[in-house]
């Protein structure tokens, strides 16, 4: 059973019957922990039901068919996680994986031109030999700029997020974790949240509280929870239509 996860102590998350079936699918090692993560037969399956069966899904990935941030997937362990891109080749759909109020990850769809870039959030910043600077991202990818990492020319840090183009993995813009950033919730009571940063703590720590307008109202959120989407309104969807 070394592919497979007894239903019970899975992500509460995952559509899966837990009176019904006594094993679901386990993830493959990848960039998303369990918790935050759907493995990509479930996705297929029970969340955008474009299969009936797990050996469905398998055909399908093995047609080179579904492909995730660019790449064609043949795994149906492989983790998607928050902000992944999902695009389903012949039917021309795309996916962006999104913290949701109740499902707490759903696939919302968008279009084409979206879905050619992907939000990262920096989680970590490592200097390298020679100067160079990496920076690590909340999907376990890094990045790694040749410059010298004390120019100007690299103002990045630790709970920004970077738009970076998945055809060149060239970075678009840059979205700064500050007062008036738009952001959304990904963990926490307020997961699936929308709202705008009031006050930053001093500390990097994932842990420091910030002060966030959420619907009008005054709450405090950790660091790690918060997820910039755009420097006073959100550059990706979040109204569209969720799976």
């Given amino acids: 059973m070394a592919?497979?996860?007894?239903?019970?102590?899975?992500?509460?998350?995952?559509?899966?019957?837990?009176?019904?079936?006594?094993?679901?699918?386990?993830?493959?090692?990848g960039p998303h922990s369990l918790e935050g993560c759907m493995p990509l037969g479930i996705v297929l399956r029970d969340v955008l039901g474009k299969v009936t069966t797990i050996s469905e899904a398998k055909v399908a990935l093995s047609e080179r068919?579904?492909?995730?941030?660019?790449?064609?997937?043949?795994?149906?362990?492989?983790?998607?996680?928050?902000?992944d891109i999902v695009h389903i080749?012949?039917?021309?759909?795309?996916?962006?994986?999104?913290?949701?109020r109740i499902k707490k990850?759903?696939?919302?769809?968008i279009d084409a031109e979206e879905a050619g870039f992907k939000l990262l959030k920096i989680t970590g910043k490592r200097l390298l030999k020679q100067g160079r600077l990496q920076i690590a991202f909340h999907d376990g990818s890094t990045m790694i700029f040749k410059e010298d990492p004390f120019s100007i020319q690299i103002?990045?840090?630790?709970?920004?997020?970077?738009?970076?183009?998945?055809?060149?993995?060239?970075?678009?813009d840059h979205i700064p974790l500050v007062?008036?950033?738009?952001?959304?919730?990904?963990g926490g009571r307020n997961v699936g949240q929308y709202g705008t940063v009031l006050e930053v703590p001093p500390s990097k720590s994932p842990d420091a509280l910030a002060k966030v307008s959420i619907g009008g109202n005054e709450t405090?959120?950790?660091?790690?929870?918060l997820f910039p989407i755009g420097k006073e309104s959100p550059i990706i969807t979040i109204n569209g239509e969720v799976a």
């Fill in 179 to 186: 007062r008036g950033a738009f952001v959304v919730v990904t």
């Fill in 89 to 100: 080749k012949p039917e021309g759909a795309y996916f962006r994986v999104m913290s949701h």
């Fill in 220 to 225: 405090t959120v950790t660091l790690k929870y």
């Fill in 155 to 172: 103002p990045y840090m630790t709970n920004d997020v970077l738009k970076v183009s998945l055809s060149d993995n060239q970075v678009l």
């Fill in 105 to 109: 990850l759903a696939l919302m769809k």
């Fill in 3 to 29: 592919g497979h996860l007894r239903t019970y102590p899975a992500p509460r998350h995952w559509p899966v019957a837990i009176k019904k079936k006594a094993f679901t699918i386990r993830p493959s090692p």
């Fill in 65 to 83: 068919n579904v492909f995730v941030d660019g790449r064609a997937r043949t795994d149906y362990r492989y983790p998607v996680g928050l902000m």
